[in-house]
């Protein structure tokens, strides 16, 4: 168990729909990232957040937007999705905002199927 | 256009034998990490080496970060069934701000037969 905690393990969802998961970091850590994994891209870095604010961007579509909160929880919005959109994502946290030897903890993922 | 390049994407051997995952790119990382992977889970930090050259050991397990700081492998020893699993190599690379970013490899799947 990373500490990690992401919420819904899965989720099947329609064609033009919205969706939010959600992600809980380790005790302590401040920064939180966002991947995508599918069969065809491998694991894709979307964006990460440190202590409640933007520290960099990935290859992020428009329709999807994060934020992390005071509680430094954080929540990526999936919008208009498509069947591509259909993977795993996942969140990791670490303490600091991102240095090069920094250790990610990863959460177990939240497998979206969009329909 | 992958950044990283790993290989092979699949490998199936027997319980006792060596085997060599190679990570390999054309751009400098200023750190490169390896994964494990096990399905429905997400990936767990195995090790992150720095300097180039730099050799680390854990248990069965050989990590090589090339000289240049473009390519790793990961040696195991004697594989065993509980080394079953998805294998990723990430680099890691200046974002700005004072992030680094990581990229990573999309895998070498490995399963060890009893």
């Known amino acids: 168990d990373s500490g990690v905690t992401q919420t819904p393990k899965h989720l099947i969802t329609a064609t033009g729909q919205r969706v939010t998961l959600r992600c809980s970091p380790r005790?302590?850590?401040?920064?939180v990232y966002w991947y995508q994994q599918s069969l065809d891209q491998g694991l894709q870095f979307l964006i990460q957040y440190y202590n409640g604010e933007e520290r960099a961007k990935g290859n992020i579509l428009e329709r999807f937007s994060a934020q992390q909160f005071p509680d430094l929880h954080s929540e990526l919005n999936l919008s208009s999705l498509e069947l591509g959109d259909s993977a795993l994502y996942f969140c990791?946290?670490?303490?600091?905002?991102?240095?090069?030897?920094?250790?990610?903890?990863f959460g177990p993922g939240t497998r979206l199927t969009v329909l | 256009t992958q950044l990283l390049e790993q290989s092979p994407q699949f490998l199936s051997i027997q319980e006792g034998e060596n085997l060599t995952v190679y990570c390999n790119s054309s751009?400098?990382?200023?750190?490169l990490q390896w994964y494990r992977q096990e399905p429905g889970e997400g990936p767990v930090l195995l090790v992150t080496v720095v300097t180039g050259g730099e050799v680390k050991k854990l248990k069965r397990l050989t990590f090589q970060f090339g000289d240049a700081r473009k390519d790793s492998s990961l040696h195991i020893t004697a594989a065993q069934p509980g080394d079953t699993g998805l294998y990723l190599c990430?680099?890691?690379?200046?974002?700005?701000?004072?992030?680094?970013?990581?990229?990573f490899g999309k895998g070498t799947k490995l399963s060890v037969i009893p």
């Open positions: 005790s302590g850590d401040l920064s």
């Open positions: 990791a946290s670490s303490v600091g905002p991102g240095r090069d030897a920094d250790t990610q903890y």
């Open positions: 990430a680099g890691a690379q200046y974002s700005g701000a004072g992030s680094y970013q990581l990229t």
């Open positions: 751009s400098v990382f200023s750190s």
